[in-house]
């Protein structure tokens, strides 16, 4: 009979707790234990009546300096539709090229009105009052898309607090009653976490969608504009150690979305990484819920097979673009081992990045966050993966 010693680490949200088996086949044996209590719950819950959703809860919301760009993208769409069914005629000015240092990336887009109302930004403020001035005086035609450049002159970067050497062009477009069309369209897919591309046509403001089943750089040319509006990838990261805060801060200055999980509440209480989402749960029931589609990254961290194998379980049998794990090769060949005799397919266990990213000799947690960026950037490059 295997020694049995009782754990904290999962005892959260109203499971008990999972104790740790000891043995050749102790780390399954857990497991197994962990599974069968989330189905007694599951049943308990249902005879209850209640609602058997996920369990875990955000231990930690967005700070909002950090909102992810697709939720920006999403409030200027919703306000310019707003406007639109209002009868307003507002302007929607977008990023479309950058030199040197820029306050917003390319794609970026601000939604204006002629009576001074604003949603997004393209620089923080001062290039917004300087459109809205030339709006006012009727400088742009409205019917046909515009280009106008900023920085060109050293007085106007310090005029309009832009960076040194910074250079940036905007397309200004005014939209009218038949945009609504497109916005609306637009606004659905990304409710689904889907991508739609907008083709805007430079000399007639005519604009076409399709969907689109990657996102894709923002694309200028001398007859149409190419924007693709869509989730950005989400990385979910399992265990909220030091890697886990070096590998976010990384990721964020990259453009991810970066969501971390764990189950264990005294170790989220210690975070000291970048202002991202927390949440608290079990590993599996957050994957499900957060970063299960084609645009979600799922890597596990804390070395704990109680944790990460339940989420390595649930991502490895969804549609995660990419799913991986720390831990040597020894370790790797010992975690394909549980995850076969757990019941994944060959086909399952071939979708596993371990160890996960690339080869350099790292070992501190920097180093390791640097192998495993770049093996996302390489991925990427070789197959869009949104």
Known sequence: MPHLQQSTLLSIDGYRTAPIRHGPQGDIASLRDLMSIKCREFEAIQGRGKSAGPRYHVAHPFHPNRLRMQALDYDVLQRLADWLAEGEKPWLCTIVRTLGSSPRPVGSI?????????????????????????????????????????????QDNERLGLPCGGKLTLLLQQLAAGDRHWIGETLAALQTRTCMERRVDLATGQTQLRAAAHFSPLQLSGKQLVQCFGPRMRLLLVGAGQLSQSLGELAVAMDY?????????EVLRNW???????????????????????????????????????????????????????????????????????????????????????????????????????????????????
């Open 272 to 386: 000291t990484g970048p202002a991202v989402e927390l949440i608290q749960g079990m590993p599996d029931d957050v994957v499900r819920a957060r970063a299960s589609d084609r645009h979600s990254i799922v890597i596990t961290l804390t070395h704990d097979p109680r944790i990460d194998d339940m989420a390595l379980m649930e991502a490895l049998a969804a549609d995660a673009w990419y799913v991986g794990a720390l831990g040597s090769a020894r370790t790797t060949q010992k975690r394909l081992d549980r995850l076969r005799q757990l019941g994944l397919s060959p086909e399952q266990l071939g979708r596993l990045h371990a160890p996960v990213g690339l080869p350099i000799g790292s070992k501190t947690p920097l180093e390791i966050s640097v192998a495993i960026m770049a093996e996302l950037t390489q991925l990427k490059r070789r197959t869009p993966a949104q």
């Open 110 to 154: 601000v939604g204006i009105l002629e009576s001074g109302r604003q949603v997004g930004t393209v620089s923080g403020g001062c290039v917004e009052e300087d459109l809205l001035d030339r709006l006012r005086a009727g400088e742009f035609n409205a019917s046909s898309p515009r280009l106008v450049e900023y920085g060109l002159k050293a």
């Open 257 to 265: 979305e970066v969501l971390v999980t764990d189950p264990r509440e």
